[in-house]
């Protein structure tokens, strides 16, 4: 069953008079108990989308056009209020710093009472017992609820976020760089503690990540991002094992990894464009090894490649990427 | 890379160990300490690149930073090139930092945002008063600038920092070390701010500036699969020790501690369908305060027995140039 679905979504920043496209014409389903990884570079879009769909972004950010469809109802055009209410009930974000997502001079049992209070009226010894059992299940003591902030160490934070992200039985989840900040045995704790809550609230998952070894592990699907657009959307062994944009077979190739023969990796010359006045036709062309003149001249359509692998580029499934 | 037998840098039994104030209604006066780094022997060959790996709070940026006696050591030795760091005066020390650079994680917080690019490459120079010449010390500074291929140099010269992005700054930052033509490069983090391609980058840049400038490098660094490039050795801390060394490719293919076997065990690689088994560590770091007697790992560790419970194990060659602080 799809939960979320963004269709052609376009967010732009007005920056005094000129207009940065940060998102331009991003498309992608999930579905219960699916995880969507979002992959690319800083810069590429990946976190204005996920902003756009909690309607958060900056006070100089909009959604100019597109869907949100959150359940079938579509969120673009809701109000301010209408939004307040779908946060946390229907979807929650989990950021990236959580020492920084906690107020820290208020406990952080408040903080997640706080929120079930605003949202459900519910009388605060229901919220108190909630909040406790999240804790048990988020694998942190309920002791420790109206602990402060600086009390807990990084992954403890992290796990106390998702308890507050699911305080209020939300549909969806987006997870934005949500274990960066951690060592890699905390990392893989709070990301299979998130593929088990997930299973078991028959959650939608969208991950916004740059690592592409988290990805490759963690998501059912994979949609990579570059110059605000969607370059490549798949299952996660059709992105690695079968990839069909040379921006994808670059970005893996720069990536180290622990397995497998250790080969001079490659990086990709230039840096993405700047996106006030970005490269005609594809975005990618000019740091492209295999553009022709068609490239600059023609933005190329995210057309279905192989069944539910989908690609932007006027010679996907003609290249030789190298992959094996 | 050709590494010499001739070790440039050797570190002895290095400790160092923060004392922490009980606050001022504290009146028993028993100090407690912090131990950061608590008894570390290693040595670096020339032209070797050494990584130090660890998790947040094992003692690696402590390291490196008590290596260049920016903080004073508890007790131990260093010796760079023949000469013992903390036996030098402040004159000696200044001279002998020439030839130990450091590299940041962070360039944006290094480099002096009013500064043009071309007096922040030049300062180390002007400020040792190594070239008092005008006309070479820019030929100087746009050389440096051209070696680590910010091109054309006398246009990045003239920018200020927040003309660049973060790879070009990353770049600067190397510069301005190599331009005092250092022997030994201690780089912490130097590519953790960085995407995966710019990451790349410079880990390729940094890789032929050995080559061409006869550089020795410690890498210090949370990513074993990005040491796995940079580096030929590696040293795996936890909580203030060294857990084990050796060559890297051993590390990471035969770990023999059980806290690098969890520890590779726990990298993600970028392949969906890799299929591996991962161990667990159960809780989390503890901080170095206090000590249980015995191997600090035991608490977290599968495979203890009576022994790690008494004593500290010391480091054992378990194969050719491969050492594990474990009795298993």
Not at chain 1, 191 to 205: F, I, M, P, S, T
Not at chain 1, 213 to 227: F, H, L, P, Q
Not at chain 2, 129 to 147: A, F, G, H, Y
Not at chain 2, 155 to 180: C, K, M, N, P, W
Request: hydrophobic share 40%.
């Amino acid at each position: 069953m799809v939960v979320l679905e963004v269709d052609n979504l376009v967010t732009k920043y007005k920056l005094g008079k000129r207009t940065v496209h940060a998102v331009d014409g991003v498309s992608f389903k999930i579905d219960a108990k699916e995880t969507l990884g979002l992959a690319g570079e800083s810069g590429c879009g990946k976190t204005t989308t996920a902003y756009s769909i909690m309607r958060i972004l900056p006070e100089n950010g909009f959604v100019d056009s597109g869907r949100i469809l959150l359940d079938g109802d579509d969120l673009v055009p809701k109000t301010e209020d209408e939004m307040r209410d779908i946060r946390w009930r229907y979807a929650s974000i989990v950021f990236q710093y959580a020492m920084n997502a906690f107020n820290p001079v208020l406990r952080i049992g408040k903080q997640i009472i706080e929120v079930m209070r605003e949202k459900d009226n519910m009388t605060k010894e229901e919220a108190v017992k909630i909040a406790s059992d999240l804790f048990d299940e988020v694998g942190l003591e309920p002791g420790r609820l109206m602990d402060f902030p600086h009390e807990f160490s990084g992954g403890m934070l992290q796990r106390a976020i998702i308890a507050q992200a699911l305080a209020c039985d939300p549909r969806l989840i987006i997870a934005d760089e949500p274990v960066t900040a951690l060592d890699v045995v905390v990392q893989n704790k709070i990301l299979d503690l998130l593929r088990k809550l997930q299973d078991k609230y028959n959650l939608a998952v969208l991950f916004i990540t740059h690592d592409l070894s988290v990805v490759a592990e963690n998501c059912d699907s994979v949609g990579i991002m570059y110059a605000g657009n969607l370059v490549e959307k798949g299952s996660a062994t059709a992105i690695y094992k079968e990839t069909l944009h040379p921006y994808t077979s670059k970005l893996i190739g720069a990536f180290p990894s622990i397995i497998g023969p250790k080969k001079r990796l490659e990086f990709i010359p230039g840096s993405p464009p700047n996106l006030v006045k970005p490269p005609s036709g594809c975005k990618f062309h000019p740091r492209c090894p295999f553009a022709q003149d068609i490239c600059s001249t023609e933005v190329p359509e995210f057309r279905e490649i192989k069944s539910e692998h989908f690609v932007r580029c006027h010679f996907a499934g003609e290249l030789d990427l190298g992959v094996e | 890379m050709n590494t010499s037998t001739k070790p440039i840098l050797k570190v002895e039994n290095l400790r160092k160990w923060f004392s922490v104030r009980q606050g001022i209604f504290s009146f028993r006066n028993e100090d407690k300490y912090v131990k950061a780094v608590d008894g570390v022997s290693f040595e670096v060959f020339e032209g070797g690149s050494m990584c130090i790996v660890g998790e947040s709070g094992c003692g690696k940026t402590t390291l490196a930073r008590t290596i260049l006696r920016l903080v004073e050591p508890t007790t131990g030795t260093v010796i760079f090139q023949d000469r013992s760091i903390y036996d030098l005066t402040r004159e000696e020390l200044g001279k002998l930092r020439l030839e130990m650079q450091m590299i940041f994680q962070n360039p944006f917080e290094v480099l002096d945002p009013r500064l043009r690019i071309e007096e922040l490459i030049g300062e180390g120079l002007v400020i040792h008063k190594l070239e008092e010449d005008e006309n070479r010390l820019r030929q100087r500074v746009l050389q440096s600038l051209e070696d680590v291929r910010l091109i054309p140099a006398e246009d990045f010269a003239r920018r200020y920092t927040h003309e660049l992005s973060g790879g070009q700054l990353q770049r600067v930052a190397i510069a301005r070390s190599l331009i005092l033509k250092p022997k030994l490069i201690i780089a912490d983090e130097p590519v953790s701010m960085l995407d995966a391609s710019i990451r790349t980058e410079i880990m390729n840049l940094m890789d032929d500036l050995q080559e061409e400038h006869d550089l020795t490098y410690i890498f210090i660094t949370h990513d074993l699969a990005q040491a796995r490039y940079i580096g030929d050795f590696c040293i795996v801390m936890y909580l203030g020790r060294i857990a084990e060394m050796g060559p890297m490719e051993d590390i990471i293919m035969n770990p023999v501690h059980p806290y690098t076997k969890a520890l590779v065990s726990n990298i993600p690689v970028p392949d969906p369908d890799a299929k591996r088994d991962r161990i667990d560590i159960p809780g989390e770091t503890p901080t170095p305060i206090d000590l249980p007697p015995g191997c600090r790992f035991k608490p977290r560790c599968q495979e203890h027995g009576v022994k790690c419970e008494d004593e500290e194990p010391e480091l054992v060659e378990v194969s050719p140039g491969h050492w594990a602080a474990c009795y298993f």
